[in-house]
């Protein structure tokens, strides 16, 4: 069973940085692209950022040039470096990962979601 669990959410104050991980845990075979989502209180889960495999990157235009996103492909693990946070990212993050499972199967899976809370 594959699980992909995050930390480091939080309360910070506009203009603070915070740093999200999601590690992937589980028997799998191997993990394909990964990515951020998240989503506000009314709103729809929008993408926050995407890595292949290969360390290319891709962000939503809302935070290009304030968030980055890394991966460590040892620990199957990815980051959201959060810089220069505003009321508005104020969202539960969700982490995803294409995975492919011991079947050789890829399968779509979801993180359960960390707050993070941005005060003005």
């Known amino acids: 069973q594959v699980q992909l669990v995050e930390s480091g959410g939080g309360l910070v104050q506009a203009g603070g940085s915070l740093r999200l991980s999601c590690a992937a845990s589980g028997n799998f075979f191997s993990i394909d692209a990964m990515a951020w989502y998240r989503q506000a209180p009314g709103k729809q889960r929008e993408l926050v950022a995407t890595?292949?495999?290969?360390?290319?990157?891709n962000y939503a235009d809302s935070v290009k040039g304030r968030f980055t996103i890394s991966r460590d492909n040892a620990r199957n693990t990815v980051y959201l470096q959060m810089n220069s946070l505003k009321p508005e990212d104020t969202a539960v993050y969700f982490c995803?990962?294409?995975?492919?499972?011991?079947?050789?199967?890829?399968?779509?899976?979801w993180g359960q979601g960390t707050q993070v809370t941005v005060s003005s």
């Open positions: 995803n990962a294409r995975i492919m499972t011991i079947s050789k199967i890829f399968h779509n899976y």
């Open positions: 890595i292949t495999t290969g360390g290319s990157t």
